[in-house]
């Protein structure tokens, strides 16, 4: 049993800031976790990446939201910074952690339940 804890979502003015966390627990080890990412999607829409980080602390964010967003991980704890808010940032924020393939598993990927994140202008 493996468990996403989101946490952070809300409403927010435009150009304010939300901090998101996600918590993995259960049956993972984080050395097993090649990356750790946050995804959102709005009703009708594709859900799309929007930051994620590697073991290594590589990071890779959408175009629309670098110079902005900020993602950080401690252990199996993910955290993104979200500071000049736009009311396009609007969505459902998803955590996602991909595993690798070890001699015990194989590689998948884990989702949160996802958190809102509204942006009012």
């Known amino acids: 049993q493996v468990q996403l804890m989101e946490s952070g979502g809300g409403l927010v003015q435009a150009g304010g800031s939300l901090t998101l966390s996600c918590l993995a627990s259960?049956?993972?080890?984080?050395?097993?976790?090649?990356?750790m990412g946050w995804y959102r999607q709005v009703p009708g829409n594709q859900r799309e990446m929007v930051a994620r980080?590697?073991?290594?602390?590589f990071t890779d964010y959408a175009d629309v939201v670098k110079g902005r967003f900020t993602i950080s991980r401690d252990n199996a704890k993910v955290s993104l910074e979200m500071n000049n808010l736009r009311p396009e940032d609007t969505a459902k924020y998803y955590c996602k952690i991909e595993t690798k393939t070890t001699p015990f598993q194989i590689a998948r990927d884990y989702w949160g339940q996802g958190t809102q994140v509204t942006v009012s202008s």
């Open positions: 980080i590697s073991r290594g602390g």
């Open positions: 259960g049956r993972i080890v984080s050395s097993d976790i090649n990356f």
